[in-house]
């Protein structure tokens, strides 16, 4: 595990703007039910999702992730041509390579910006987040665009009633900038227990099982999932996690004011926030409207809950991701930004 915020850095990472895009195509649960054998509420009472967006055949992600990290650099005043790196968080890039990162820094036209992904599944916007802040930290960057950005549609197995209802596409950033080593990201926690690798992933499609034309036909493709130790495992460790990532710079849970965990479903969200005795006023959720994103539910939330003024200059923010890996991953921020 790598703890971050151990030592007193000269600037940190502030968060200086936020942006979201998802498609227009809305996907609901009634859909989900003329496809597969479940129903709405069967849905709505195990994950608390009803709708979420979903590429239209021809759309691409890369489009999404732009149009967010446009409007991030926009809320933040930063040209693009003030950008030091792009980094996108994702597991679903348009092409096996180059990376996504690359594809949005050329939309951009960011030309002094080095781009690369950051692959940690849903744990991918934060696992960006602190490789960022490390940067701007040495000081080898000022301006990063940090980007979390999915479409597991492309990749579940739509006759897999166990999965497919779960995810939505989407993509978020950040505008990530130094400042004050007083606030912004305080510190990161990254873990990662790579014995459970086969407790949710892409089995196939990679250079270890490439894709038959057999595994079409029998339909052996696509993400798999073992729900029920996935969601043991997120309940166990991620609680854990932020207290001590909070312990480490003089703060505890009750200092929190905006917990904004990954958004896979809202009993994940609800038994974390209850064991670090949070109530729902300071636990932001719009997985109902959204599904999982990935790695761009963290940033999708983030903008959101600015948008809605529920983060205040000053506040504490902690952020929180977890999944295929098996991996987590907190920040903790003193927020500035907008
Ligand atoms: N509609 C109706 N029935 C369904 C269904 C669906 N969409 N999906 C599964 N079922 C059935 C199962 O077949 C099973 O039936 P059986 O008892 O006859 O065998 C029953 O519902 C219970 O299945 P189970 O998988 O044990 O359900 P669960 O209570 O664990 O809920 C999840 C399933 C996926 C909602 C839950 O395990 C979960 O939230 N896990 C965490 C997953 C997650 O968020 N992963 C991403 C992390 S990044």
């Given at each position: 595990m790598l703890d971050t915020g151990l030592t007193q850095p000269v600037s940190r990472a502030h968060f200086a703007g936020l942006g979201l895009a998802v498609p227009d195509r809305v996907l609901t649960n009634e859909e989900l039910s003329a496809m597969v054998d479940t129903t709405d509420e069967w849905i709505t009472t195990r994950t608390g999702i009803h709708t979420r967006h979903v590429l239209r055949a021809g759309e691409k992600l890369s489009d999404l992730a732009t149009e967010a990290g446009k409007q991030a650099l926009s809320n933040a005043k930063i040209?693009?041509?003030?950008?030091d790196m792009v980094l996108c968080a994702t597991?679903?890039?348009?092409?096996?390579?180059?990376?996504m990162a690359c594809v949005v820094q050329g939309n951009l036209g960011a030309k002094r910006a080095c781009a690369f992904d950051v692959s940690a599944a849903c744990s991918g916007f934060c696992y960006a987040v602190a490789t960022a802040s490390a940067f701007i930290e040495s000081g080898a960057a000022r301006n990063i665009l940090v980007i979390g950005a999915d479409c597991l549609s492309r990749h579940v197995?739509?006759?897999d009633r166990s999965t497919c209802i779960l995810f939505g596409d989407g993509a978020g950033a950040a505008v990530l900038t130094a400042g004050?080593?007083?606030?912004?990201?305080?510190t990161s926690t990254l873990g990662t227990d790579g014995s459970m690798v086969e407790h949710v992933w892409m089995p196939t499609g990679g250079s270890a099982n490439p894709v038959t034309e057999e595994m079409l036909v029998n339909g052996e493709f696509g993400l798999q999932m073992r729900g029920r130790d996935v969601y043991r495992f997120c309940v166990e460790v991620v609680p854990k996690s932020i207290v001590e990532s909070l312990c480490r710079v003089?703060?505890?849970?009750?200092?929190?004011?905006l917990l904004v965990l990954h958004q896979a479903n809202l009993r994940i969200i609800g038994a974390v926030a209850d064991r670090l005795g949070i109530d729902e006023s300071r636990c932001f959720t719009n997985v109902g409207r959204?599904?999982?994103?990935?790695?761009a539910s963290v940033p999708m939330a983030l903008a959101e809950a600015a948008h809605e003024g529920k983060i205040a200059p000053g506040g504490v923010v902690v952020t929180a991701g977890f999944g295929a890996g098996l991996t987590w991953a907190v920040n903790v921020i003193k927020w500035t930004g907008n």
């Open positions: 040209g693009a041509d003030n950008l597991t679903s890039g348009d092409y096996l390579w180059p990376a197995n739509w006759s004050s080593p007083d606030s912004g990201v305080l003089g703060l505890k849970p009750a200092d929190v004011d959204y599904g999982n994103t990935s790695a």
